[in-house]
């Protein structure tokens, strides 16, 4: 209840040798439960009771185990996904918590741009190709996901969704579970969900070759296709494709946009203070963001744990597979120079859009570095119409 209560996504239960530690991920960071000493006495209890829960045998210590419990915490319905590891002293368990019926936001609430919203909300109605939302774990794709399949979720298509593990349970979706212990593969839970008539498909992970050539075909024979890979930025998508086994014509011809994103922590209204040291002057002259204009630090309060931050906000990076792009993937080319063409093209990468959350008083500057990279960096050119745009930021701050 209480890690419910304070928004954690997972709650660690870690055993060392002369303590049980409990932490919950909270906004992304681990942050530890006070808890007496005596705990580390119970630690085989607490362990047993998770395990009887999650219907894992309690007598197995030596192997990892995976498990699951469902349960209702006030109004929340609450999906808990269990694994347990053996460690040298004792056995570690990691929860992550999924609340079931927690309600989805619209496209216009997911924090993008004019220009990355119009684009998004054009691609998704389209009858078929593949749209890739690519980011580490924990980057929010599968929200992202999930959104547009709400967002075009009617009685005219048929949706089937493919993915490991079904996260949340979507009204009117055909949602399979992957069991690879049973046979049930991306790959072939694909090869099956074909041959149901489906107008769109959702493959939680391209994974392989196999997945990835399959999701090629599907879209190439009258699907619309999303799927999530793990990339650093967008143009990093389609090498990583043509890497997989797939030949590059068919992802030029297939491949209709990919979004990058990633997610930032939001600056506690509570307590977030003006920056005026000469470091954030420093920022200021580097990024071009006037002198006079305010950004933000967090300070730690009550209200945020003392952490400073409440919550989160995702940055976007938007690519449209353009002509150019199409003939440079034909080509066989770098993804450097497939990230120039897209900025040709006006594509904003995820550094020049956290910046756009800087300027507005969303988050830091050091959220925004510690989640991209330094070539993303060293190419971005602040100015006036990237800061300008904040039709969908106020909406999009996680709760």
Aim: aromatic share 4%; charged share 25%; hydrophobic share 40%.
């Amino acid at each position: 209840r209480d890690a419910i209560e304070l928004r954690a996504s997972d709650v660690h239960l870690e055993p060392f040798e002369d303590e049980f530690r409990i932490r919950y991920r909270i906004d992304g960071d681990l942050q530890e439960v006070p808890v007496p000493p005596s705990l580390k006495r119970f630690q085989p209890a607490i362990v047993s009771r998770v395990k009887i829960l999650s219907h894992l045998n309690i007598a197995e210590k030596r192997v990892p185990q995976d498990g699951r419990i469902k349960i209702r915490v006030d109004t929340h319905e609450v999906d808990i996904r269990v694994s347990i590891i053996p460690m040298l002293h004792g056995e570690a368990v990691v929860m992550r918590l999924l609340r079931q019926n927690s309600k989805l936001r619209g496209m216009s609430d997911l924090g993008m741009n004019h220009r990355e919203l119009e684009c998004f909300r054009r691609v998704v109605q389209l009858p078929h190709g593949i749209i890739l939302v690519t980011g580490p774990t924990g980057s929010g794709k599968t929200s992202t996901l999930y959104t547009a399949l709400n967002e075009i979720n009617d009685h005219i298509r048929k949706i089937i969704t493919i993915e490991d593990p079904v996260e949340y349970q979507l009204k009117g979706v055909n949602q399979i579970q992957v069991n690879e212990k049973s046979g049930l593969t991306f790959a072939r839970g694909l090869r099956s969900i074909l041959r149901h008539d489906p107008d769109v498909v959702l493959i939680g992970e391209i994974r392989d070759q196999e997945t990835a050539q399959i999701a090629v075909q599907a879209s190439l024979t009258g699907h619309l296709v999303f799927s999530t890979l793990h990339t650093n930025d967008a143009p990093g998508a389609l090498t990583r494709l043509v890497d997989m086994g797939v030949e590059p014509y068919l992802v030029a011809s297939s491949l209709e946009a990919v979004l990058a994103q990633r997610l930032v922590r939001v600056l506690c209204p509570n307590c977030k203070q003006v920056d005026d040291s000469p470091t954030a002057a420093a920022y200021k002259t580097k990024l071009g963001i006037p002198l006079n204009h305010k950004i933000f630090k967090s300070v730690g309060c009550r209200e945020c744990r003392n952490t400073g931050f409440h919550g989160r906000n995702a940055i976007f990076e938007w690519m449209d597979t353009n002509v150019e792009i199409r003939q440079l993937i034909l080509e066989n080319t770098s993804t450097d120079k497939l990230r120039d063409a897209a900025i040709r093209d006006g594509m904003r990468t995820l550094a020049e859009d956290g910046w756009r959350l800087v300027r507005q008083g969303v988050t830091t500057v050091e959220e925004v570095l510690s989640v991209t990279t330094a070539k993303e960096v060293s190419r971005t050119n602040v100015d006036e119409k990237d800061g300008g745009d904040e039709s969908t930021a106020a909406l999009a701050v996680a709760r």
